[in-house]
């Protein structure tokens, strides 16, 4: 009785109860048709209402599985994890990505760099739920991601929570969201 909402098939169910499944088969597909596995994964969140519950991300080709309750914590199998104590931008290393539906004028390209041009390195992996996972695990300091799908985001949110980031989504139109970790 619980909707799901996945890549492939959208919403399944009624999106108003209290709990949905958000689903992703295979985030970072293009990684993975590109032999480029270990940079690919499947995702599993429960959100209510007001945000992640729980968040699954299985790594598949790196025998890695992420997994976290908000409010008991974080794991990457079964060793606890925690983000990175780096506070300052100039100090980290954030990760980001262009998805297939960003906007792509010349305008909302130089405000996305505005937005991140201060941190030390950027990172491009490919997999929003990885480079969540990688915050959460203190791999990398920061992740922002706009105009990403709500399905790429959803478990790498609620495992960088659970381990006590950060983790601000806010949900536009049509699943597609602004996605910021650390």
Known sequence: GVPILSEETGLLGNDDQGYMWIIDPLDGTANYYKNLSDLSCVSIALWDKTGPVLGVVNRFAASE???GLVGYGSFMNEE???PSDVVRTNNAVMATGFPVLRD????S???YIKKVQFFKKTRMLGA???MSTFVASGKIDAYFEDEIMLWDVAAGA?????AGGIA???ILEHNKCICRCF
């Open 65 to 67: 599985v992420y997994y």
């Open 80 to 82: 606890s994890i925690r």
């Open 104 to 107: 792509y004028s010349t305008d």
């Open 109 to 111: 390209l130089l405000t």
């Open 128 to 130: 929003a739920a990885l």
């Open 158 to 162: 609620a495992i960088v929570e659970a």
């Open 168 to 170: 601000e989504v806010k």
